[in-house]
Nanobody, 115 residues
């Protein structure tokens, strides 16, 4: 059974930084893409960033230049370093992992940007 577990959310002041982590375990197949999405209550889940195995990162316009995604292929982990955080970044962040056959989601971690 594949498990996707996020960690690292919390409360931070505007302009501050936070680092999210995600670990994927239990997959029999290669994890090709790992990424982050976010969803505020009442809104659709939106893309934040992702990174293919051996590829280049992709970012949403709203976070480009402020967030950095990185992964460890050997450990099936992905991180999201978030800097210059804004109140509008407040929401639940979800990790997603894709194999050739399936996609897997974590349960999410709350990020709150507030003074």
């Amino acid at each position: 059974q594949v498990q996707v577990v996020e960690s690292g959310g919390g409360l931070v002041q505007p302009g501050g930084s936070l680092r999210l982590s995600c670990a994927v375990s239990g997959s029999m197949f290669t994890i090709y893409t790992m990424g982050w999405y976010r969803q505020a209550p009442g809104n659709q889940r939106e893309f934040v960033a992702d990174l293919t195995r051996g590829g280049t990162p992709d970012y949403a316009d709203s976070v480009r230049g402020r967030f950095t995604i990185a992964r460890d292929n050997a450990k099936n982990t992905v991180t999201l370093q978030m800097t210059s955080l804004k109140p509008e970044d407040t929401t639940i962040y979800y990790c997603k992992a894709n194999t050739n056959f399936s996609e897997y989601w974590g349960r999410g971690t709350q990020v709150t940007v507030s003074s």
